[in-house]
């Protein structure tokens, strides 16, 4: 995936795979190799894309999970977040806006911030495209 040294571009991508695991410390961050007809990039995700796809911010998991130690019902809210967006992520097809990363210098010196879904038929392509490249 080509990404320039600009601000802010968007990339249509698919994520083939996580490069890390998913932390919320300081804020909900994780590591993904983006991947399109043209290349592969390694990106950090951002607090703010992983938030929309979890369900909750870091600092609402940090306040929730020590009392989901107690309360069953809180337990599986976190859990079933995570889960899911963790099944959503792999091969998560689409255009993604990528800026440089100013959070987590140890990662990528870009970040994935948007989402937004794209055409069903070229998102179907893309998929069995990458796919095919990481199998």
């Given at each position: 995936?080509?990404?320039?040294?600009?601000?802010?571009?968007?990339?249509?991508?698919?994520?083939?795979?996580?490069?890390?695991?998913?932390?919320?410390?300081?804020?909900?961050?994780?590591q993904g190799l983006l991947m399109?007809?043209?290349?592969?990039?390694?990106?950090?995700?951002?607090?703010?894309?992983?938030?929309?796809m979890i369900g909750y911010t870091?600092?609402?998991?940090?306040?929730?999970?020590?009392?989901?130690?107690?309360?069953?019902?809180?337990?599986?809210?976190?859990?079933?977040?995570?889960?899911?967006?963790?099944?959503?992520?792999?091969?998560?097809?689409?255009?993604?806006?990528?800026?440089?990363?100013?959070?987590?210098?140890?990662?990528?010196?870009?970040?994935?911030?948007?989402?937004?879904?794209?055409?069903?038929?070229?998102?179907?392509?893309?998929?069995?495209?990458?796919?095919?490249?990481?199998?």
């Amino acid at each position: 995936a080509v990404v320039s040294t600009q601000s802010t571009g968007r990339i249509t991508a698919t994520i083939s795979s996580l490069a890390s695991k998913l932390l919320p410390d300081p804020e909900w961050t994780a590591q993904g190799l983006l991947m399109d007809r043209s290349g592969t990039a390694d990106l950090r995700l951002s607090e703010r894309l992983l938030a929309t796809m979890i369900g909750y911010t870091s600092t609402e998991f940090k306040q929730l999970k020590p009392v989901s130690a107690t309360n069953a019902s809180i337990k599986s809210f976190l859990r079933n977040g995570l889960e899911a967006c963790q099944r959503d992520l792999v091969y998560k097809t689409g255009m993604f806006t990528v800026q440089l990363n100013t959070v987590n210098k140890h990662l990528s010196q870009f970040e994935v911030t948007d989402f937004q879904k794209i055409d069903q038929m070229q998102e179907n392509e893309l998929k069995e495209y990458v796919k095919s490249k990481v199998s």
